[in-house]
């Protein structure tokens, strides 16, 4: 909010419209006479958002500190600890307080600060996501889809997917598979992953019947047509 004794933050962009090209920072004297103020180019995709600096602007309020000078190390790890206790994903907490790393920089750069409050503040991991996994009922219906086409294409499809799901490949491990690397009467498929890494892995009856069918009549078929 604009009052005497508030951070202010404000966003323009070039052509002196509301935006986030440039950010003001400022604090106003309970006189309203601009004690301090910060101009900052903020193109499109820029690290500091006008939304990020107004959190920090309202948590430093709360805290009490009414003048640039008066920000200490320790607001910046409530910062940290109140955005945790928000709920918000480690992605956004990176962002804010990357945000509010810069403004302390930029605090210090002018001599506002002897020291710089983000000293020794860490940023979340983002952490890992495991992949989604198709439903045993989308599987069924991706399999069942292949069928719907008739010729080389549908057999093809309908081995490339039985083996893709069966044997548990990578698509990019798919693709460079090469038919030496198939043994059929034992029922065993030589893989090379990541780093060239050569796998054994096991096919089960419905990819290896899937792929009897292909080098038996599609392959030929598919080879003619070419």
């Known amino acids: 909010r604009d009052a005497a004794g508030d951070f202010i933050v404000t966003g323009t962009t070039d052509d002196g419209g509301v935006g986030s090209d440039i950010l003001t920072i400022k604090y106003s004297g309970a006189d309203g006479s601009v004690l301090w103020q910060q101009r900052y180019n903020n193109p499109a995709g820029g ?9 920090l602007a309202a948590h430093l309020a709360v805290q009490g500190v009414r003048t640039p000078d008066a920000i200490r190390a320790e607001h910046w790890r409530s910062f940290a600890v109140a955005l945790e206790r928000e709920g918000l994903s480690p992605a956004s907490r990176t962002r804010m307080l990357v945000s509010a790393r810069r403004f302390g920089a930029r605090l210090l750069a002018d001599g506002v600060l002897a020291r710089d409050p983000s000293e020794g ?7 890992l996501r495991l992949p989604r996994v198709l439903r045993e009922d989308e599987t069924a219906a991706l399999l069942a889809a292949a069928t719907t086409v008739e ?3 549908a057999l093809r499809d309908c081995a490339m997917l039985e083996v893709l799901y069966g044997a548990g490949l990578r698509v990019s491990e798919l693709v460079t598979l090469p038919l030496a ?10 893989v090379f992953g990541k780093g060239s890494r050569e796998r054994i892995v096991p096919l089960g009856e419905p990819a290896l ?10 392959r030929l078929l598919w080879a003619r047509r070419a």
Not at 49 to 55: G, K, P, Q
Not at 181 to 190: F, T
Not at 209 to 218: N, V
């Open 47 to 55: 690290i500091l958002t006008r939304a990020d600096l107004e959190r």
């Open 121 to 127: 503040l860490a940023t979340p991991g983002r952490g």
């Open 151 to 153: 010729g080389p294409i």
């Open 181 to 190: 690397g198939l043994d059929q009467r034992a029922g065993l498929l030589r």
């Open 209 to 218: 019947r899937a792929i009897e069918t292909w080098l038996a009549g599609g």
